[in-house]
């Protein structure tokens, strides 16, 4: 099923659309079994998976203590790191170099951000904030300006930088008395709308938490958007949006209730799969599946959506994570960008930042 850019002429196809999005997947895209990981589980070596394996221990100073950091973007022109909802700055060999971001209620500071992106062409980094308002600063931390994606009817719920679209895209959701909208919608760099996608739309009347938001992936294909309560992953490229694949859950697939109603919250963890974050790189989808008050590292093999990776793990996380050396550490992507996954370790030396490890893959034979 394909959904093109809405203009203005187009507003009687958009309606139409929405009114047809009341089921979430297609049975006539590819499907990927995730429905019974508690039995199937198996293991994977990292000298299977990739070619090198490179540890980049990041700078500890008072300017840049980290205590929860995401990978926002690595290159030889450096590495960004989200954390405390500002970005720290280091240049490709850890060195520390800038702090990016201001909390606060001045000119050009925010309250707090739910997304950090970089555009690496321009030197941009973006910050969505809860405000519905983003902000742009230069990579030496210099404010550029911000703007605003949706309206006071409308929430920003995430939003990702794409390199292969050249457009900021967000998920927008729109509460109705009797139900909900969810749309994608893109931005150029300087705050101008370009279109807006629908991607579902249902009658279901809930509590709405706003915790629980879709997840983007940038691909060189185009990005990726699914929603916690939606089997299928949709792809957004220039032509529009598709539906590109759907992981089937089987009975662990929660209903938008169970994911948004605080009250139901013990049992959507308990009985629900929550794909809490995802990787894709031309050869495999890494996935962080919570379950079962737990979470399991799960590893497709995209030549044919077979699993070739399936470990629980809970307090203790490396009996499950990838084995990359011989001092027993271990390691699962939390980003991708090509053929390369990265995410951090922690030193052995505690009062240390963590180190970040870069992966390449190897290339299948297809």
């Not at 300087?190 to 997840?215: Q, R």
């Not at 209903?255 to 629900?272: F, G, I, N, Q």
């Not at 307090?315 to 996954?341: L, M, Q, R, Y």
Request: aromatic fraction near 10%; charged fraction near 25%; proline fraction near 2%.
């Amino acid at each position: 099923m394909n959904y093109t850019n809405s203009k203005p002429l187009l507003l009687i196809t958009i309606n139409l659309i929405i009114a047809l999005l009341t089921s979430c997947s297609s049975s006539n895209i590819p499907t990927v079994d995730i429905s019974d990981l508690e039995d199937n589980e198996c293991q994977v070596e990292a000298s299977q998976l990739y070619k090198s394996i490179d540890k980049i221990q990041l700078e500890t100073t008072d300017s840049c203590l980290l205590s929860n950091p995401s990978v926002v973007y690595f290159g030889d022109d450096g590495i960004l790191v989200w954390d405390n909802n500002i970005v720290y700055r280091f240049d490709k060999s850890g060195h520390f170099l800038n702090k990016i971001g201001k909390i606060g209620h001045g000119c050009g500071e925010f309250v707090a951000s739910v997304s950090a992106n970089y555009n690496n062409k321009r030197g941009i980094i973006l910050f969505g904030t809860n405000s519905n308002e983003v902000y742009k600063y230069s990579v030496d931390g210099t404010y550029l300006g911000k703007f605003a994606v949706s309206g006071d009817d409308n929430v920003l719920m995430t939003s990702k930088w794409s390199e292969s679209l050249g457009e900021y895209v967000c998920e927008i959701r729109h509460y109705r008395n009797d139900g909900l909208d969810v749309s994608l919608s893109t931005w150029d760099i300087n705050g101008k709308k370009l279109g807006t996608y629908p991607v579902y739309s249902d009658d279901e009347v809930a509590e709405n938490n706003f915790t629980h938001t879709g997840s983007l992936c940038d691909t060189d294909g185009g990005m990726l958007f699914r929603l916690p309560f939606c089997e299928t992953v949709y792809k957004l490229t220039k032509n529009g949006v598709e539906e590109t694949l759907a992981f089937d859950l089987g009975s662990h697939s929660a209903t938008r209730e169970m994911v948004e109603d605080c009250a139901k919250a013990d049992l959507y963890e308990k009985e629900c799969y929550n794909i809490f974050n995802w990787s894709v790189t031309p050869e495999h989808i890494y996935l962080c599946v919570a379950c079962n008050r737990g979470t399991r590292d799960v590893l497709i093999n995209r030549e044919d959506n077979s699993i070739i990776h399936n470990q629980f793990y809970g307090v203790d996380e490396s009996n499950c994570h990838i084995k990359i050396d011989n001092s027993g550490n271990t390691f699962w992507p939390w980003i991708a960008k090509g053929n390369k996954v990265a995410d951090f370790i922690e030193s052995r030396d505690k009062t240390k930042n963590p180190i970040l490890v870069i992966a390449t893959e190897k290339a299948t034979n297809k």
